[in-house]
């Protein structure tokens, strides 16, 4: 497994942008597909967007050509940029690293970070 710390939530109006960064150890973090979840206060876990380990990256429709997902392998920091921000993606972003799998099902990823509030206020 991998150990992630997010980081770059924060607070911002409607139509604004945030960077989330997640930060990972491990040797092998190249081969891992990597996820970003979000979770609102009484809902589920739901998937934003991913990465495979080859570069193919997936997105909700709901965030689809609002946010952005990269990796810097040389950094094992995955991101994801948050533009044309919604009051709906308030939420606790969730970074997830998974070995091979890079679906939207957040039960096969293995490995998550401790999560970071973004508040979007309208």
């Known amino acids: 497994q991998v150990q992630l710390v997010e980081s770059g939530g924060g607070s911002v109006q409607a139509g604004g942008s945030l960077r989330l960064s997640c930060a990972a150890s491990?040797?092998?973090?190249?081969?891992?597909?990597m996820g970003w979840f979000r979770q609102a206060p009484g809902k589920e876990r739901e998937f934003a967007s991913s990465?495979?380990?080859?570069?193919?990256?997936y997105y909700a429709d709901s965030v689809k050509g609002r946010f952005t997902i990269s990796t810097d392998n040389a950094k094992n920091t995955v991101y994801l940029q948050m533009n044309s921000l919604k009051p709906e993606d308030t939420a606790v972003y969730y970074c997830a690293a998974s070995f091979g799998y890079s679906g939207t099902d957040y039960r096969y990823y293995g490995s998550w970070g401790q999560g970071t509030q973004v508040t979007v206020s309208s």
């Open positions: 491990g040797r092998t973090f190249s081969r891992y597909a």
């Open positions: 990465i495979s380990w080859t570069g193919n990256t």
